[in-house]
């Protein structure tokens, strides 16, 4: 199916099963984010849907799958830099970098670059 996800860009998991992979990876999202709330509206979905897709009882669309990706690349970068705990914070906090608007936000309007910016400005020591 054209607009439905190839799974293999979500991560693997120990099963092999797809579905198994997109549930571990919305898992580890909402933990990082800071709940299902923040990682449904992040993707600009509902949490039953999120729910159907962690689950595996639908498979993740396309442009869904790819703003998980994104969504995994900043998460994955933020625990390299602060550890698990920080990032909730960092995602959820206001960031001077992104003229006070908070990366959770940012993200949800589909600006993932600017928030790959202000991670990276962050890593190398400017206000964040």
Known sequence: MEDQASY?????????????????????????LGGNAALS????????QLSRWAYGREP???QIAKAIIDLDRVVRQAK???GRKAVT???????AYLDGS???DVLAAH????????LEAAQSGASG
């Open 8 to 32: 293999a860009g979500l991560g693997a998991s120990p099963s092999g099963n797809p579905a198994d992979s997109s549930g571990i990876q919305i898992a580890a999202l909402r933990e990082a």
């Open 41 to 48: 509206a992040t993707l600009g979905v509902s949490a039953n």
């Open 60 to 62: 993740v669309p396309r």
């Open 80 to 82: 390299l830099l602060w």
């Open 89 to 95: 914070e960092w995602f959820l906090g206001s960031n």
């Open 102 to 104: 908070r990366p959770v």
């Open 111 to 118: 600006r993932f670059s600017e928030v790959m910016d202000a």
